[in-house]
């Protein structure tokens, strides 16, 4: 297995299509799959091992991949956000490395021993005008694909590993070839760093679905993208779509007729902006997708006949439903164990483990999390209820132990914020000398509002055990979040106890 | 006859058809194409053989074929003049259940 499998049979199937568009430029099937044999080529006489990528969306990420596929080597996305030092660090770790960059990143780039500094746009005009090898590349399925590195809101970054075996599987197990419409565009918005930004390529040239670029994201640009690129599927984290619903402020409609999927994932959407994103997109099928890097990306769906369901019943039970992940796909296992590792019921809370051939659960020089059944330990605690619908409550590390009682953040963040004056809202557990650990929640308040701290109290306390009610409650001009709006906990938890970052 | 397990590739002896193992059975198996036993992706084909006409419906890109048991499925990842089948038996087309995109 190989991810080049996937590109062949779409160059044969579909060759002349336009598999992606970067602004103005543009590459069919065809011309991808000639442009990684030839990148291949280059990658293979530079002696390197991987190919690192230090750069926003362009046609060189597709590219790139393929052609480390092609070359037999690891391709690995750099987060362009790093600093200098968290960026040496990694670009050390993955040495000898074929390292394509924006111009002025690879100015600014201290010279490192073992790293080939090619540009962008030389990498591109190489690939695209270079004569490409007989088509062969290793069919080993062990091989490794795709490093990243995790964005290290639970520690220092570590790169999890998808072999083309996972990925494969999840494409074959997820997509069907071909099925996507001569019209069908994807507009991709989340960076190649990002698994999502990786499974997007993979499902869109095994589709057939023609995929836009937006390098950089903003609620106008893709906005104006998806209008002039008559986009019809999308996936968002929940923060752009936060800011979209924004930027259409007081529409009564998005006005995205030709729009019909918009999926999200990637982080917790509040029930409030998927409702109104609802009403905005009235003609929009909506899918929640859950997934992991270590897991190749999407694990669970909710579909647009389930969000619709949903959304229409007065069933709260099945309303919740919209805050729900949705049921593991076809091809993956999923259970919630309490930590004694014994398999629960619905309804009860639990971590999540995930089994399946999509599944890694692998990081660059460590042991595989994977237990000898093949179960892996998303970290993510959850529940799912009778008909197998997961709730995400967080990450396990963050549940709060408060007298040898388990809470989850996301129960009380909930109650939280669902109060008229709060507009942001976190919870972390502090060390307590009583209770081992105690409930601290740091509180941003709407625009010209206030709240007391003893109105934030009753408030919660009304609403769920007496346990729940927060000890301590800060309020805050903002919460720190990464660039892709997931929440930096650890980093909030360090300033309330004034450790510092 | 062989063990065949999810990634193996394997040609047709008769056409252009070539697939790749999603699903394996746990015995080992023959599966042909045009009524000929496939040979490995590389192998050159045995001299003599030829399409049988009653297995020449053809094979499809990208399409699953599956076995009445369910336990052997095929991804054509080229087409050809030929149908697959196992122990005598054509495979039939695996009529997929299309999931929401999500990426």
């Not at chain 1, 069908?184 to 997007?200: E, I, K, N, R």
Request: net charge negative.
């Amino acid at each position: 297995m190989n991810l080049m499998m996937l590109l062949e049979m779409a160059t044969s199937g579909f060759g002349d299509r336009v598999a992606v568009k970067s602004g103005a430029s543009s590459l069919t099937y065809s011309q991808l799959f000639e442009a990684a044999g030839t990148a291949a080529g280059e990658i293979a006489s530079s002696g390197c091992k991987r190919m690192a990528l230090l750069d926003v969306s362009s046609l060189a990420v597709p590219v790139g991949l393929f052609a480390s596929a092609w070359a037999g080597v690891p391709f690995v996305p750099l987060n362009y956000r790093l600093t200098g030092t968290e960026l040496e660090t990694l670009v050390k770790e993955i040495a000898p490395s074929y390292l394509v960059t924006d111009a002025d990143r690879g100015e600014s780039l201290p010279k490192l021993s073992g790293t080939t500094v090619v540009t962008r746009e030389r990498f591109l005009e190489r690939a695209t005008t270079g004569s490409t090898g007989e088509p062969s590349w290793p069919m080993d399925p062990d091989q490794i694909a795709i490093l990243l590195f995790t964005s290290g809101t639970t520690g220092p970054p570590k790169a999890a590993v998808l072999r083309h075996k996972h990925l494969v599987s999840y494409i074959l197990g997820s997509v069907e070839f071909a099925s996507a419409a001569e019209d069908d565009t994807a507009l991709v918005s989340v960076p190649p760093y990002h698994v999502a930004g990786m499974a997007a390529i993979a499902s869109c040239v095994y589709a057939g679905r023609r995929i836009v670029q937006l390098p950089s994201f903003s609620a106008e640009a893709w906005l104006e993208l998806a209008r002039s690129e008559r986009v019809t599927n999308a996936f968002v984290v929940p923060t752009m779509l936060a800011r979209v619903i924004d930027a259409l402020s007081g529409a009564a409609s998005a006005d995205l007729p030709h729009l019909r999927a918009l999926s999200y994932g990637g982080g917790k959407m509040p029930q409030s902006v998927i409702e109104k994103a609802m009403k905005l997109f009235p003609d929009t099928h909506f899918t929640n997708a859950y997934g992991l890097t270590e897991t190749s990306s999407t694990i669970s769906l909710l579909g647009p006949d389930e969000h619709r369901a949903a959304a229409e019943s007065h069933d709260p039970e099945i309303r919740r439903r919209l805050t729900s992940v949705g049921r593991p796909l076809p091809s993956v296992e999923v259970q919630i164990r309490d930590e004694a590792g014994k398999s629960l019921g619905p309804g009860e809370r639990g971590e999540i483990f995930v089994r399946g051939e999509q599944v890694s659960g692998e990081y660059l020089g460590r042991r595989s999390t994977v237990d000898a059944e093949g179960w892996f330990p998303t970290r993510d605690s959850g529940s799912m209820d009778s008909e197998g619908y997961i709730f995400i409550e967080g990450r396990a590390d963050d549940i709060i132990v408060r007298g040898g009682e388990n809470m989850s953040p996301g129960e009380i963040e909930d109650v939280l914020l669902e109060h008229e004056a709060v507009a942001d809202a976190a919870v972390v557990g502090i060390p307590d000398e009583q209770w081992g650990e105690a409930v601290a929640a740091a509180v941003v308040a709407k625009p010209g509002r206030s709240v007391s701290e003893e109105e934030i109290r009753r408030w919660v306390k009304d609403r769920l055990r007496s346990s729940r009610t927060p000890q301590r409650i800060d309020f805050r001009e903002e919460l720190p979040y990464n660039e892709l709006g997931k929440l930096l906990r650890r980093k909030l938890r360090a300033e309330m106890l004034g450790e510092g970052t | 006859m062989a063990q065949l397990k999810a990634g193996t590739r394997m040609r047709s002896a008769v056409c252009a058809t070539e697939v790749m193992v999603v699903a394996a059975p746990p015995d080992e198996v023959e599966v042909t194409c045009g009524g000929v036993p496939m040979i490995d992706i590389k192998g050159d084909p045995p001299a003599g053989v030829s399409l049988s006409p009653d297995a020449a419906e053809g094979t499809a890109l990208g399409k699953r074929y599956v076995s009445e048991a369910g336990d052997l499925e095929l991804l054509c990842t080229k087409p050809g003049e030929g149908s697959l089948g196992v122990g005598g038996t054509l495979l039939s087309l695996k009529e997929a259940k299309p999931l929401p995109s999500s990426d």
